[in-house]
């Protein structure tokens, strides 16, 4: 996705994102690409199975947009495979992307939404979720008409 890798380094016994004849110490690296990177030595090295379980906080942490669509395509491929995740996130985007994967997937993909004190169980195969995330992008969109409308 980014051009680049997250390898151990033995010369100087620490990880580094490269890319090209570029080096980067892991400290420097975005938030974002750690996440993607993890994920992607945990599958290279072969940890993950039918069994696992992965718990990511903010996804969306330090990703443009297109990424964060990418990621989460990613994840719905394994969670098809029978990884289980579980995803904490507060973006629009995460939500809307996870929403149409299950609707084009079928997938079934329930979120827990703190909602005035009350904690809903919904299932994104049945629609977007209520949840104060969803309430303030509808909320700018309707700002935002009003604006154009002036």
């Known amino acids: 996705m980014f051009g680049g890798k997250v390898e151990y380094d033995d010369a100087s016994s620490r990880w580094q994102f490269r890319t090209g004849n570029q080096k980067f110490p892991i400290g420097v690296t975005a938030e974002g690409i750690k996440k993607i990177a993890i994920l992607d030595t945990l599958l290279g090295n ?4 039918k069994n696992s379980v992965i718990f990511m906080d903010e996804p969306e942490s330090a990703l443009h947009p297109k990424a964060i669509s990418q990621l989460l ?17 507060h ?15 079928g997938l079934s993909i329930p979120t827990i939404s703190l909602f005035s004190e009350v904690w809903q169980a919904e299932n994104l195969t049945d629609g977007m979720p209520n949840n104060p995330i969803i309430d303030e992008s509808i909320r700018l969109y309707k700002e935002e008409v009003e604006l154009a409308l002036k």
Request: proline share 0%.
């Open 46 to 49: 072969r940890y993950l199975d």
């Open 73 to 89: 395509d990613i994840i719905a491929k394994l969670a098809e495979e029978g990884i289980q995740f579980f995803l904490a996130s």
């Open 91 to 105: 973006s629009y985007f995460v939500i809307k992307k996870l929403y149409l994967l299950a609707q084009e997937k």
